[in-house]
């Protein structure tokens, strides 16, 4: 799914007199800023409702030389500040300009390998029906036919790393990246997002800490197919992500889900 990425490309030109009309940056969960100092210019990122995310970042840099160097791809390690790069002329009395792309993914990068973990089922007293996913590339995520108001449990405890509840719920079928849903950062730094979920019902908030079966919210992403999406990923940089195999602890022992079982 694409529900949790962005991209953005801005391009802004100065000369000897100062810089030209910025153009509108803002994203939900990232934007770029860039912050001006005589010929000096710091971008920096900002996050909302969001406070783990892998950003790439490109430029075309003309007469003017970038600290770090670009291409650059950081993770925001829990920050919802931080600078990305300095950009300042090479040769200061001649015309400079740059240009620059950003692409991110809620998530970081894997530091060492995932802890092997069985997940329990996002929801409690139920059993429902798993669906094949065959409309992106998340080849270990699960889509649970489930009904519109269905609460939705922590499947591994960890800390709210990013949220969304305001999306409309009549647009979840047809514009997915319009979907709300819930990100989980477990200890091993792989993360859970749990998407299709009831506009304002979130029962959580950003940077709290949830155990295994706590209520997220309520299931509502679609009036006549509603399903819950849900996968447990790392990135590789802002436009790519990969995600995990899973267990889950089930009525009859430890399984990977199979499309079609109920659970």
Excluded at 12 to 38: C, M, P, S, Y
Excluded at 57 to 71: D, G, I, K, R, Y
Excluded at 155 to 182: F, I, L, P, T
Excluded at 221 to 238: C, M, R
Aim: charged letters at 20%; one cysteine or more.
């Amino acid at each position: 799914m694409k529900i949790i990425s962005g991209l953005l490309f801005v391009s802004l030109l100065f000369g000897l007199t100062g810089f030209a009309a910025d153009t509108d940056t803002k994203d939900r969960h990232v934007q770029i800023e860039a912050k001006k100092n005589g010929n000096t210019v710091a971008l920096y990122a900002h996050l909302t409702d969001c406070t783990e995310a892998t950003i790439t970042l490109t430029m075309s840099l003309e007469n003017m030389t970038a600290s770090p160097p670009v291409p650059l791809t950081v993770d925001s390690l829990g920050k919802q500040d931080l600078l990305l790069t300095t950009i300042h002329p090479t040769a200061a009395k001649k015309a400079h300009k740059y240009s620059y792309q950003y692409h991110y993914k809620i998530g970081r990068r894997l530091q060492f390998a995932p802890i092997p973990f069985t997940y329990a089922l996002p929801y409690v007293d139920h059993e429902f029906k798993v669906l094949k996913d065959s409309a992106d590339k998340n080849e270990h995520a699960v889509n649970w036919e489930m009904p519109n108001g269905t609460t939705v449990c922590t499947a591994r405890s960890g800390v709210v790393a990013c949220m969304r509840q305001d999306s409309d719920d009549s647009k979840g079928e047809k514009n997915k990246h319009e979907a709300n849903y819930v990100v989980i950062k477990h200890e091993d730094n792989s993360f859970a997002e749990y998407c299709n979920l009831k506009k304002n019902s979130l029962l959580v908030a950003l940077n709290q800490k949830v155990k295994a079966n706590e209520p997220l919210g309520l299931s509502g992403g679609s009036a006549s197919s509603p399903y819950l999406h849900f996968s447990v990923y790392y990135t590789i940089d802002g436009k790519t992500k990969k995600t995990l195999p899973v267990q889950f602890a089930t009525k009859t022992g430890n399984a990977t889900l199979k499309a079609g079982g109920s659970y």
